[in-house]
């Protein structure tokens, strides 16, 4: 299809328990007390604060999730990350709502008010955009101030009057939500990461990557304090309800409960958690004294503060123990250290799923050795969708070495694996589909393209069918159902367009991938065995034609003649005591492995027969030794016989002029 759309798939894991690559934004529900996580593997889960149970709730972004913002008064969540869309959510029914793909480069930040409804999403390419709720309506846009600088922080003030942004370039600006510039805040000597409003909008505290935390008057666009505490960029900022102190985080691996009601003359602050690592995530639950980090690890931790350390109101001296210095001279850490001990109490931190952080497609095309970074290799079935076996005792190398002992050069392509979300996930374009034949266990050619479409896309094709033949959306008995299915499936399958090989497996997420440039947009996404009706229009919408003709039609037909035909020539080597064939041109599927010309060279030719019978015994059957018989040559280089023809001609099925040669084993070609 023009818009170009991807089938793809990733595949299921045995270890499935958490985040496997690093988080970079935390959401604490205020109504039961979890925590949500927005993580570089693409997915968002949710954790029971006091066991750590985990469940993923959304897995739609095609790349890192950098922020999610909850709605809790319409129970539902927004994010954004690198696919540069902002995702509409319902974390009840872990289903995605709405997607808004307007940013070019990666969104970065969220914020919502509930008095408006209205939500403002900053990304990368230094665009602002104001959405309405009630109908998911754009609003506002800003780009003309800040299009020169990417956008890394956004909020909004309650009452929804007052936008607030932080660049690249330094400077904090302020907009009315109908787009009018209202004034720009100058001071941070770097880019400026996370800002904050109060209730009322006539404060505002930012945080930057000159390691300070600044207090703004917004009512005359003026600096209050600037406070120093801490030693490297600070990237997370959490005020306290009514504005009288903030939680702090950022490179430094700390997090700091700071006074804002001292003056400039005596900072007050107390260092809550020292994580050992940069903290790219912050949620702190002032009623039960958690406060949550999110580093590069995979995990989250949840710390508990003890109660007497926690903030009371605009009361410092009750912070213990303390730090005091002055407000515009940083700590130094470790220095410093025994006048700022750390008051963390560690309490839990959450299970994580191992990455893969290298991978290599089998020779076979049908599997994937993937190293994770635990150091296991591992044997993944593309087919089925699953984790197959674990290579105890074997390097990566070592396993892709032994995988390409027999000598196929090059894989059949009939899709492509990536691994940058930590997991691997298969993707299928058309013309991958269409040429992917392969040879079943029988020796008959079979498309693996089409196959695969098949298994993921069966409950949809079931749906389709069912609404069909029944005339109804409603739930349909299941046996009558099943027995009408596999009715449909025993015709298809004795007409060639479809398969009883495998079955990918019940709870693999598929999604469809529109590609624009280097930005994935995901379209449509469900899981095989928990297909909501919702998903279905999505899918006949952007599902591509050829996925629609996989299950509907006799198009592309799963087996039969249909694979593509390779014609050769035949001929002896230049010196070759080998007799020649009779006819000179013939013809083959091109997935056959080379020994099985050289099975019909032998059969052909009464002397190579004659050797082979004289070799193996009269009675025996023609199999893979007739290799030990003939030789074959391509080029004038001799050809591995468990190659397939494909292979030889480095996946030009269709090339025209193509020379085989062939000499008796015990010669060498000259």
């Known amino acids: 299809m023009s818009r170009g759309v991807d089938l793809c798939y990733v595949l299921g894991r045995q270890d499935d328990v958490g985040h496997c690559l690093g988080v970079n934004c935390l959401a604490l529900d205020l109504h039961d007390g979890h925590i949500l996580s927005g993580s570089r593997d693409g997915t968002i889960r949710k954790w029971q604060p006091k066991t750590m149970a985990q469940e993923c709730l959304l897995r739609q972004h095609a790349g890192w999730v950098n922020d999610i913002c909850l709605c809790e008064d319409i129970n539902v969540a927004l994010s954004c990350g690198n696919d540069g869309t902002v995702r509409i959510w319902s974390p009840k029914r872990q289903a995605q709502l709405a997607c808004l793909n307007n940013h070019t480069d990666y969104a970065i930040a969220l914020a919502y008010t509930p008095a408006t409804r209205h939500f403002v999403s900053g990304g990368l390419d230094g665009s602002l955009y104001v959405w309405d709720f009630s109908q998911v309506s754009k609003v506002a846009h800003f780009a003309d101030a800040t299009q020169s600088a990417s ?117 007050s602050t107390t260092c809550l958690v020292d994580a050992g690592a940069p903290i790219f995530g912050l949620a702190v639950d002032e009623r ?121 050069s090059k894989p059949p392509q009939w899709c492509s694996v990536s691994c940058s979300t930590g997991s691997i996930t298969v993707s299928i374009r058309e013309n991958q589909a269409r040429v992917a034949w392969v040879l079943d266990s029988h020796g008959k050619p079979w498309n693996v393209g089409v196959a695969v479409a098949q298994s993921l896309l069966r409950t949809w094709q079931e749906h389709v069918v069912a609404r069909a033949v029944f005339g109804t959306q409603d739930s349909i008995p299941a046996e009558e159902l099943a027995s009408y299915m596999d009715a449909f499936h025993a015709r298809a399958v004795q007409h060639g367009n479809s398969h009883d090989l495998f079955e990918s497996a019940p709870e693999t997420f598929v999604f469809l991938l529109e590609r624009d440039g280097a930005v994935g947009n995901v379209q449509a996404m469900f899981q095989l065995g928990l297909t909501p009706l919702s998903v279905f229009p999505a899918l006949q919408s952007f599902c591509p034609e050829w996925c629609k003709s996989c299950l509907f039609d006799d198009v592309l037909p799963l087996q039969g003649d249909e694979a593509p035909k390779v014609t050769f020539s035949l001929r002896p080597t230049q010196f070759s005591r080998a007799p020649a064939i009779q006819n000179a041109t013939y ?28 070799r193996f015994g009269a009675d025996s059957t023609l199999d893979q030794r007739v290799c030990d018989v003939v030789s074959l040559y391509y080029k004038n280089e001799r050809i591995n016989p468990q190659m397939e023809v494909q292979c030889v001609l480095g996946g030009n099925a269709t090339a025209t002029k193509i020379n085989f040669t062939y000499s008796l084993s015990e010669e060498s070609l000259v």
């Open 151 to 267: 956008v890394y922080a956004v909020d909004i003030s309650k009452s929804g009057t007052i936008i607030a942004s932080g660049a690249s370039d330094r400077v904090i600006r302020l907009y009315d939500p109908r787009g009018q510039a209202i004034s720009v805040l100058k001071g941070h000597a770097d880019l400026v990461k996370t800002v904050r409003l109060n209730e009322d909008g006539t404060k505002l505290l930012s945080g930057s990557s000159d390691n300070s935390i600044r207090v703004w008057d917004l009512r005359n666009n003026a600096p209050l304090t600037r406070y120093m505490v801490h030693t490297d960029s600070v990237w997370q900022i959490q005020p306290n309800e009514d504005f009288t102190a903030c939680y702090s985080a950022g490179r430094d691996g700390r997090v700091m409960q700071t006074s804002l009601c001292v003056g400039p003359e005596e900072l």
């Open 288 to 408: 039960t004294g958690a406060v949550w980090t999110a580093t590069s690890s995979p995990q989250v931790t949840r710390w508990v503060v003890p109660e007497h350390a926690q903030h009371q109101e605009c009361a410092p001296s009750s912070l213990a123990p303390r730090y005091t210095a002055s407000a515009t001279t940083p700590p130094e850490r470790g220095h410093d250290d025994e006048a700022m001990p750390v008051i963390q109490s560690f309490s839990s931190q959450s299970q994580a799923t191992y990455s893969v952080v290298q991978h290599a497609l089998c020779k076979d095309g049908q599997g994937v050795i993937a190293q994770l970074s635990d150091g296991r290799v591992v044997r993944f079935d593309i087919l089925t969708a699953t984790e197959q076996k674990e290579l105890s005792g074997m390097t990566f190398e070592d396993a892709v070495a032994q995988d390409r002992k027999n000598g196929l």
């Open 587 to 614: 013809s083959c599927t091109c997935c056959y492995p080379m020994w099985r010309i050289g099975k019909f060279l032998v059969s052909t030719v009464p002397a190579l027969l004659q050797e082979y019978r004289r």
